[in-house]
């Protein structure tokens, strides 16, 4: 039997328009019913699972039970690959990319319905608070509506003329194949769907499977792509654990492989698809670095701070968990950081209140506590924080550790070097910009980072030496058609974008007098 997830009404049989109003019923959603689900989409349709076993989902802010998805099998691989293998070997890759830009529009459009249970349903699974989680349905739509913007692009004819004459060619971009998308727990949707809409505008079809511990809120965006009438078999969902992760990177119906998760499972994938000659995207881990320069101005840097460097609970893989701050006005960046953090209101991440709520998952509750313990341990001074926290009103079994701020923080040190994912920030001391920018790139990761200053062309010039994919300027955000990605231990290949479509095109040159 089929169950659709349910979501947490704002009063008896009404459910929210949007987060924006007073505070709702934080824990309404414990009384709904035990979600259950027995179905994978392949071909098209909600289809019972070849398999028995079972995946528990869990809330993290209670620790509690609340549904369960089935921990697919080999059979339901191979149905969802030869039903992908199917659509394109069909019609969907011969469409012109402009008819498949029209079905990402209509998806878009139908994500936008499924707002207020996109959002609910993803904070139940991961504890991600409806303040960052309600924005997840607009964003996905957005990412939808850019790449169908980007069918001229595919339409447009490329015919290249030999350097020294005598001939031609013209340059084919064909779809790369079925592909295998696989998601994290942090931003359950929005990373998949930066996989999905290029994908499919290229016209590839695609297998996905989203993190064990966040399996349903992806759900609601297939019944959108349903909705939107996108062809049997373009799309396909099976969930399950890691060993299905690791078999449909292996699957020998995959074209290519897009991945966003932990640097160990990408390193696996990597060699992996280095075996198997298949195209990869790897999104990987992150320790970035927040310069301060001299100038900044610590008000405007503080407003900014939490979305920048302890965004979604520090559960962000581009946040600058590291802020380099001059030794002239190191303790007045302390103070301010600590203030701004201590400042931001931790609890049930369904109240619109609450800035910081739970690590995801148990297991990601325990590693924090150990780094925060290592950083004691090795001579950091929590500033504040430091500790497991302890909630009330329902919230006693639930996975939360106070949002941590470490001073007196050196480079040695654990915290300073390894990703964390967590509520967990370290303000070093750099004595000149040269050591500030060298301390940002003595890390084995590269992915996002962050300059504060006033005087924009200085901090123009030291994000320009930052050996990082990404750098913001006084502020932190993606953009939809800018490239994003990693460099080192923090992947391969870009998202977003025209090179993030790109990634999923094949070339051929036909060359003609």
């Known amino acids: 039997m089929t169950t659709t ?62 549904g369960s998805v089935p921990d697919g099998t080999a059979e339901d691989l191979d149905a969802a690959v030869a039903a992908a293998r199917r659509a394109f070997d069909g019609d969907w890759a011969r469409l012109a990319p402009s008819e498949r830009a029209g079905y990402l529009l209509r998806i878009a459009d139908e994500v936008e319905k499924r707002a207020t249970e996109l959002s609910l349903t993803n904070t139940r699974e991961n504890g991600s608070p409806v303040s960052e989680s309600s924005g997840a349905a607009a964003n996905a739509a957005g990412i939808f509506r850019y790449f169908a913007s980007l069918a001229d692009y595919l339409e447009r004819e490329d015919v290249r003329p030999f350097p020294r004459g005598g001939g031609e060619s013209v340059v084919r971009r064909d779809p790369v194949g079925v592909c295998a998308l696989i998601a994290p727990w942090n931003f359950p949707i929005n990373l998949m769907v930066i996989k999905l809409a290029p994908a499919l505008l290229a016209g590839c079809t695609v297998v996905m499977k989203p993190a064990s511990p966040t399996p349903l809120s992806f759900r609601i965006i297939v019944d959108a792509v349903a909705a939107a009438g996108v062809p049997a078999g373009v799309v396909n969902l099976v969930t399950g654990s890691g060993r299905l992760g690791d078999a449909l990177v292996r699957h020998p119906g995959v074209d290519k492989v897009a991945f966003t998760g932990s640097t160990p499972v990408g390193r696996k994938i990597a060699a ?67 203030a701004t953090i201590a400042a931001g209101r931790q609890g049930d991440p369904l109240d619109p209140a609450t800035v910081f709520g739970p690590a995801a998952t148990a297991s990601q509750y325990r590693t924090v506590l150990e780094y925060v313990e290592s950083g004691l341990a090795e001579g950091a001074r929590a500033t504040t924080g430091g500790r497991a926290a302890r909630l009330g009103g329902g919230l006693e079994h639930g996975y939360f550790v106070e949002p941590t701020v470490f001073a007196d923080v050196t480079p040695d040190m ?36 962050l300059v504060f200053g006033k005087d924009e062309d200085a901090a123009l010039a030291v994000a320009d030496r930052m050996d990082t994919g990404s750098v913001g300027i006084n502020f932190f955000a993606s953009n939809h058609s800018a490239p994003f990605g990693g460099r080192h231990d923090s992947g391969l290949g870009t998202e977003y974008g025209i090179e993030g479509l790109n990634a999923y095109l094949s070339y051929k040159s036909i060359h003609r007098r």
């Open 5 to 66: 997830p349910q979501t947490a009404p704002a009063t008896p049989g009404q459910a929210p328009s949007s987060f924006s109003g007073p505070a709702i019923d934080a824990r309404a959603a414990l009384s709904l019913p035990y979600t259950h689900v027995d179905d994978v989409f392949i071909d098209g349709a909600w289809t019972t699972a070849a398999g028995t076993g079972r995946n528990d989902v869990t809330d993290p802010a209670t620790g509690q039970v609340w």
């Open 272 to 338: 992996a698809c280095g075996e198997l000659l298949r195209p990869v995207t790897l999104e990987l881990g992150g320790k970035s670095s927040a310069v301060v320069l001299p100038d900044a101005d610590l008000d405007a840097m503080s407003q900014v701070l939490v979305r920048s460097c302890m965004r979604n609970t520090g559960q962000t893989c581009y946040i600058s968990t590291r802020i380099l701050a001059p030794a002239g006005r190191y303790d007045e960046v302390v103070d301010m950081v600590t």
């Open 414 to 449: 654990r915290i300073s070097r390894e990703e964390i994912f967590g509520p967990v920030i370290s303000v070093l001391k750099y004595s000149g910009v040269d050591d500030a920018v060298a301390l940002a790139n003595n890390t084995e990761f590269g992915l996002g980072g």
